[in-house]
Antibody, heavy 124, light 106 residues
């Protein structure tokens, strides 16, 4: 069964850094785009970043550009999110998810498997 | 980025009721709209993709439709286990979610 397990969350001071990891299993990780989605306490879902199969393309929501970096290690079946210059507004549960393309077009995708999430709290 | 506007933000309905949730895209996204269900304390789950295609394993009481830039998620007969928040999502390289609709059971 496909599994995604996030880790690395915790309490960090404003301006600090944190690296999230997502361990994937039971599918060929290198065949899929992957993504990070976050959810602030009591709020809705916000897409954060995604990365192509070979890491050659990455995309970010404007609010994290220049601060967050998404990366992957295909031999280790792992996805990462390096978060720098953290702000209180980054406090959220961070989910990794698999991006499934059901067609060949750039829009023909959905997020079919999600991890359980890891909580990041930015506070002094 | 493409803004998605979802309505209502919350609703309360009785078991057996027909429930409709709407999502409007600011610009044309063709049929590239997905719907997710998120139960309290859980990760989101894909229900509908490409506006009207039912994800495998999802009960047939869930359906989706589109009309231009307006998209609709319908629950034909609300069940107690459908208590959840529902989100629409456009699936560009920089995807965006709607604000969510919290469905409560009367």
């Amino acid at each position: 069964e496909v599994q995604l397990v996030e880790s690395g969350g915790g309490l960090v001071q404003p301006g600090g850094s944190l690296r999230l990891s997502c361990a994937a299993s039971a599918f060929t990780f290198s065949n899929y785009w992957m993504t990070w989605v976050r959810q602030a306490p009591g709020k809705g879902l916000e897409w954060v970043a995604n990365i192509k199969q070979d890491g050659s393309e990455t995309y970010y929501v404007d609010s994290v550009k220049g601060r967050f970096t998404i990366s992957r290690d295909n031999p280790r079946n792992s996805l990462y999110l390096q978060m720098n210059s953290l702000r209180a507004g980054d406090t959220a549960v961070y989910y990794c998810a698999r991006v499934y393309y059901y067609g060949s077009g750039r829009y023909e995708n959905h997020f079919d498997y999600w991890g359980q999430g890891t909580l990041v709290t930015v506070s002094s | 980025d493409i803004q998605m506007t979802q309505s209502p933000s919350s609703l309360s309905a009785s078991v057996g009721d027909r429930v409709t949730i709407t999502c409007r895209a600011r610009q044309s996204i063709s049929r590239y709209l997905n719907w997710y269900q998120q139960k309290p304390g859980k990760a989101p789950k894909l229900l509908i993709y490409a506006a009207s295609s039912l994800q495998s394993g999802v009960p047939s009481r869930f359906s989706g439709s589109e009309s231009g830039t307006d998209f609709t998620l319908t629950i034909s007969s609300l069940q107690p286990e459908d208590l959840a928040t529902y989100y629409c999502q456009q699936s560009d390289r920089t995807p965006t979610f709607g604000g969510g609709t919290k469905v409560q059971i009367k």
